[in-house]
């Protein structure tokens, strides 16, 4: 089981080249990614993305690299004479046509206009970088993942203390259940025996008892509440994806806890049904930051 909380980084230093990698994840209901990375990187953006995704399945995923070459040929400069000469030919036509303009013509101006100075980037060897990129992605991957499944081990523990809680309060459940329908009967027994004075029918006593503890039974609730409690344990152990399968687990224990406090009429109950309730709440928020 893992969080879908963590950070990672790799490093790629080779060749004159240096790639570093920064990812982090958050919790996200579905796989999100936002990615910064160089202009000169970012055909292999896919690429990045998809073996980023071999690790993580759920989140909002936070990339950052960023690419250093000790060499510098990042490009080269190209003066672009032709387009320049235009340039200057249509500001000296300019300064004829309005010699009470300012006469700022200069090197540096025209330079300025777009394409007379530009940059030619050396050709790039993607397979090359994208040998390099990877070393630093798989690296930061790894990092993550060993934060993420950390995290997930904390969270792990705690789950199994409150199911231990939570399997306590049903067995103080199962117990206080067996006496609900003989208190009852007992009390039946004393409120119309008040009424009646004494002339009471037990067949009817025992039948109108009979009836009230096949309504308020709650032996089938617990019985699937302990199954979906053992459940859930078996899944925290799951080295897939659990989030949402823990999630809609939940809601179905949570379900039966409400069913259990309904029909029991038992204040006794619904006291430790409330205590169950305040546990499940604790998980639920747990588990939204489970992938």
Sequence with gaps: ?????????????????????????????????????????????ENMKKLISSYVTRGRIEVSVRMQSETGKGGELFYDKALAM?????LNMIRADAPF?????????????????????????????????????????????????????????????RIGLIEGYIKNISSLSEEIPKAYYEQLKKT?????GGLINENRLATEAAVYAENCNITEELVR???????????????????????????????????????????????LVVEIKSELEKMREQIQNIE
């Design 1 to 45: 089981m893992r969080s879908m909380t963590g950070f990672g980084m790799g490093e790629y230093a080779d060749n004159g080249l240096n790639i570093y990698v920064e990812i982090k994840t958050v919790n996200h209901r579905y796989r999100d990614f936002s990615v910064k990375m160089p202009r000169k990187l970012s055909p292999l953006e």
């Design 86 to 90: 235009q340039y200057a030919e249509i």
């Design 101 to 161: 303009a300012k006469d700022d013509i200069s090197v540096s101006l025209i330079a300025k206009f777009p394409d007379v100075v530009t940059v030619r980037e050396e050709d790039t060897d993607l397979e090359f970088l994208w040998e390099c990129l990877s070393k630093a992605v798989e690296a930061a991957c790894v990092m993550l993942d060993n934060a993420r499944s950390v995290e997930g081990e904390n969270l792990k523990g705690d789950f199994v203390y």
């Design 192 to 196: 119309m025996d008040e009424f009646v």
């Design 225 to 271: 509440l302990s199954a979906h409690l053992k459940n859930f344990l078996k899944i925290i152990d799951s080295k897939e994806p659990s989030g949402r399968k823990l999630d809609f687990l939940l809601q179905e224990i949570n379900r039966e806890a409400n069913t259990i406090a309904s029909k029991s009429n038992s204040y006794e109950i619904s006291t």
